[in-house]
């Protein structure tokens, strides 16, 4: 269809394929910044939190665990903050992307 409408090179990538490809790059987007909030095997395994390759994953384990005191507390802090993080970058990604549809298909 772009090529009965003399659509050519850029304008037709940038009028025709992003747009149908958004909704999976916004997909992407929001799968790979929460899976650095989920890095919990890969540091514990490797590393073992040494020199510094500590994930938020990793600290709320220590502290819960680990600890000579377990400091519940300070894990359900930590839990808390994670959680309120990745809720504010998924909204951040969501305003980027274009905004919250409302119930009747229009944008918000």
């Known amino acids: 269809m772009a090529i009965l409408d003399r659509a050519t090179g850029w304008k037709r ?9 958004k909704d999976t790059v ?14 919990y095997n890969e540091v514990y395994f490797l590393t073992n939190g040494a020199a510094g390759t500590r994930s938020i994953s990793f600290i709320i384990r220590e502290l819960a665990v680990v600890s000579p005191r377990a400091q519940y507390a300070r894990a359900n802090a930590v839990g808390t903050i994670q959680i309120l993080g990745g809720m504010v970058i998924i909204l951040l990604i969501n305003l980027i992307f274009g905004g919250v549809k409302r119930k009747g298909g229009k944008k918000a």
Do not use: N
């Open 13 to 21: 990538e940038f009028y025709i394929t992003l747009p149908l490809i």
């Open 26 to 39: 916004k997909t992407i987007c929001i799968l790979s910044a929460s899976s650095g909030f989920l890095l």
